[in-house]
């Protein structure tokens, strides 16, 4: 009796740190997702692909249900740069967007 009932709080126990814990996307991996997606835009368009960016890494905050606002933080000669994001994500798809202006730091 004693052991069924240590293996029901077990079940129960995984039950909710699942529930808590959810079965979508987490955060850091909606971090880790906009960071390769951005590296790669990076790589590939001929508008930015010249440059030699290198995404280090990419900050979220949740704005209010699928969305968030962040920073892309990019590397271009040796310097860091921060890049105004936002991210809408539905835990199977993505879109990012800069902020108007955010590359203006090639310019110089």
């Given at each position: 009796?004693?052991?069924?009932?240590?293996?029901?709080?077990?079940?129960?126990?995984v039950l909710l740190v699942l529930?808590?814990?959810?079965?979508?996307?987490?955060?850091?991996?909606?971090?880790?997702?906009?960071?390769?997606s951005f590296q790669e835009k990076?790589?590939?368009?001929?508008?930015?692909?010249?440059?030699?960016?290198?995404?280090h890494s990419v900050t979220l905050?949740?704005?209010?249900?699928?969305?968030?606002?962040?920073?892309?933080?990019?590397?271009?000669?040796?310097?860091?740069?921060?890049?105004?994001?936002?991210?809408?994500?539905?835990?199977?798809?993505?879109?990012?967007?800069?902020?108007?202006?955010?590359?203006?730091?090639?310019?110089?």
């Amino acid at each position: 009796m004693r052991r069924t009932h240590s293996l029901t709080v077990l079940v129960g126990m995984v039950l909710l740190v699942l529930l808590l814990t959810g079965c979508g996307t987490s955060k850091k991996q909606l971090e880790q997702q906009v960071t390769s997606s951005f590296q790669e835009k990076m790589n590939t368009d001929p508008a930015y692909n010249g440059y030699g960016l290198t995404v280090h890494s990419v900050t979220l905050v949740s704005s209010g249900g699928n969305n968030y606002d962040g920073i892309a933080n990019l590397l271009y000669k040796s310097r860091a740069y921060d890049v105004p994001i936002t991210v809408t994500s539905d835990g199977k798809t993505l879109i990012w967007q800069t902020k108007p202006g955010a590359f203006l730091f090639l310019l110089q």
